[in-house]
Structures are given as C-alpha cells and as structure tokens.
C-alpha cells in the first residue's frame, strides 16, 4: 500500500485505511449507568441555565458527578466555557464547555483500575491537532503506555467502515479482533494486535474504537510497554482487558469530549466549491486486477479495501506470489519528486519502477513496483506491486514474484483502469 506518514495511534489508525465490518453486541452495564449519569446532568444544567439568563449551555466535567456550573456560580470548577455570542444575522450560539488536558487525564485515571502513574500528556478539546490523553499506566505488573483520541467522523461513510473494521489477515497479523453493533446504534471494534507487523519486536498493541451514530469518534490504545515504540517490553500483555478497554471507551463522558470539539467554521457563499477526490471501488480495482492477470496465473485469494486498493495471491505452479495495487486520483503535486529519473511515455504518462526489499521486512523478500502517472489535472496514479511470497509479513517462498517487471509494467500502462469507479 502507498505509505502515510504516522502522527499518532489514533491518527494513524483514522487516516491510515483498515477494512470490512459486522455486528450485533449486548451493551455492558458500566456504560449504561455512565450514560444514564450522563443524561441527568444535562437535564440539571438545562433547568440551571434557564434560570440563569443570558448564560450559554454547559456540559458535564466528568463520570466522578462533579458538574461544569455557569461561570458566574461560586462553585465552578476551572473549565473554560464559551459564552453565547451573536451571530452576524443576529442568532445567539453557545459552545459546548472545553475540556482541558488536564480535564481528560483526571477523568482516563478516574476510569482506570487503582495503580500509579508517569509522563503524563494532555491535549484539550480546543487544541488544532483535536484533544487527546496519554499516560503511563502500572498496575503493579509492569508499566504500559495508554492513549486516547477524539473526532469528529461522518457516520456511515466509507471512512467509517474502513475504520471500524477488522483487518485483513494477509495485511496485517493479529491475534483477535470483534466489530459489532450496540443497541444505541453505536459500532464498537476491539482489536489485539501488534505495533510492528513484521513481529520483529514483541510488542503488543490493544486497541478499542467507538463511533456512535452521530459520529462522534472514541479511541483507546495501549501496550504492553512503556512506550509506543522505543522501549522494552515491560509485561505479557498490556493491562487492560477486553472488558476493561470496552467500559473505557463507552464512558459517557468520551462523547462530551467530541462535542465540545470546535466546528470548523462554513466556507462564505463566495467561496469556490472544493473540487472533491474522485472515489475508487476497491472491488472495482480488484476485479480490474484480477481480469488483467496473464493466464498462466491462478488466482488463490484476494482482498483489499473498500476504496482505492485491492490484492490478489497468485500461483504459477512455483509457489504462491502476492500482487497489490493502489488506484488513486489527485497525486499530481508529487509528480515532480516521485517521479524524477523516471521515464515520460509518448502520450504524456509518468512512469518509474522500483525493485527493492518488502514493506514489512521479512526474511528475503522482495517487491517489485511499477509506478505511473497519467497526465492531466486529475493525477491518476496506478501503482502495481509483486512479492515474491503470498504473505509479505512471512520469509520468502521463491526466488522472484511471480510477475516478470514487463509484465508489471503491461498491468499498470492498461487502459482498463480508467474505467474503475
């Protein structure tokens, strides 16, 4: 797949793409009680700012039962809240109350099991890169990082279902993941995995993702190590069980968190319309891949995504060959430095090709690669990759893929492509 660069667990997780999704869960009693405490709170604050005049709705400060008062209330703990202000045609807004970094540490060790706590960090709900928490967690087993974000998504997108999503088996190598459906409508995905999926180093990765029916986006991440990457492995495994990742991420106080996330403001009627990406089937683009395969290959399984990749695994009688493409509009800007050294075809095509180690670093393998462009402002990209094994997180299972660099290069020139959508 084409890389990203990686920001944080949560970033990297909703920017970088996962797969294919399910259903049916029965919700646990703590987030219940947690949004039944949730929902009195508000109906307390609604009552309190009625009486109050001229005070803008506030939201709640955490699952402990403390309260977010007006800022005129003698009680008032210190959280910033935004006043109502008029708006050019006259109507009053008022903005949920911000949660500060310090606000969303105290209420994440407010929800952990009793133990001791180090290299703290907090980003409030007003922050430009969206509100976020990580500490270091020691039950008495050994310390272990855990992170926490928060976003905003568009419910039922193709975002979503990627995200929500457990991952290929032949992309990525875990040991268990579930994605189902809540009553309320919310889907809920935990997964047990890796931070490296070459294995190279043995540390875990636990994850619980929550995006309710109005988007709002809740993520937990831990390891069984002190740090993401970088530090040694300090436990078996991370703290926090299935159970426990699951009432953590279902705290009422979570989906506050994403309310009160800024807005990003509405483009002025006298704004150019944003020329959006066009969307690419990742069916579509296995189906393409599949129907373009010399016939001297078999076909033995196949994946991808729901948008802009797919794979198949191939066998010419010498061993399985795994075959990846990316099909992609918009990747005109890079064209000068991804392409530099490369050729330029007759009808305007930017094409290069690479053979090099794989991606994910198993013993002897190889990816071969060609990469082109097509010319116009739309930047059609088709990228096409061969491996010499059917897995590229296991060793090598040949000598080379099982697609000649020509051949690649027939696969990735095809006029067919244009016709994915």
Known sequence: MLENDRQDPFEDRLGAALRDAGDGFEADRAALVTAGRVRGRRALLRRRAAVVSGVAGVALAGVGGALVLPADDPAAPARSTAA??????????????????????????????????????????????????????????????????????????????????CPDHNLTPYDDCTSDRLPDGSTLRLYQGYEYPDLRVDTKLWTADLVTAEGQHVSVSEWNSPAEKGAPVSRDEPPLSTERLRTLVTAGVWREVVDSIPKSPKPSRSTA???????????????????????????????????????????????????????????????????????????????????????????????????TLRPGPEGFRVVISAFNTGDQNKDATRDAPALTMEELRVLALSEKWGGVH
């Open 84 to 165: 109502s202000a008029g708006t050019p045609n006259g109507e009053a807004t008022a903005a949920m109350a911000a949660f500060t970094g310090d606000d969303l540490l105290r209420e994440l060790k407010g929800l952990l099991p009793r133990g001791t706590y180090g290299e703290e960090s907090g980003r409030g709900s007003d922050h430009q890169l969206g509100p976020a928490a990580h500490l270091v967690y020691d039950d008495g087993a050994g310390a272990a990082a855990i992170g926490m974000g928060f976003a905003r998504v568009e419910p039922g997108s193709a975002q979503v279902r990627e995200l929500m999503a």
């Open 273 to 371: 319309p944003r020329t959006e990406r066009p969307e690419v089937s990742g069916k579509s683009v296995g189906d393409t891949l599949a129907a373009l395969l010399p016939g001297k290959l078999d076909v033995v399984a196949r994946g991808g995504q729901e948008s802009e990749y797919a794979y198949v695994v191939v066998d010419d009688g010498k061993g399985r060959s795994l075959v990846q493409v990316n099909v992609q509009y918009g990747m005109a800007d890079g064209a000068g430095q991804v392409y530099a050294g490369g050729e330029i075809l007759p009808d305007g095509t930017r094409l290069v090709t690479r053979q090099e180690p794989g991606e994910k670093a198993g013993s002897g393998v190889v990816m071969w690669t060609v990469d």
